[in-house]
């Protein structure tokens, strides 16, 4: 996912240096939206990665 978030990142980049202003504020906010997912998915796993740690103790 963060792969992706990155890909779109440069994209993004890339297009607002040649001037294409659209396609660089889709594929920002693309990137956005799987930065966020991302981010939110690393939580929950934290979350439960803790509370799995301490039921074996």
């Known amino acids: ?8 990142l440069v994209i993004s ?4 240096f040649f ?3 659209g396609i660089s504020a889709a594929t920002a906010t ?3 939206v799987l ?5 939110v998915i ?3 796993f934290l ?4 509370i799995a740690g301490q039921a074996v103790l």
């Not at 930065?35 to 981010?39: E, H, R, V, Y």
């Not at 979350?47 to 803790?50: F, H, S």
């Open 30 to 32: 693309i990137a956005r």
């Open 47 to 50: 979350i439960l990665a803790l």
């Open 1 to 8: 996912m963060l792969k992706w978030a990155l890909i779109f």
């Open 35 to 39: 930065f966020g997912i991302a981010l």
């Open 19 to 21: 001037g294409f202003s």
């Open 13 to 16: 980049l890339v297009a607002g």
């Open 42 to 44: 690393f939580l929950i």
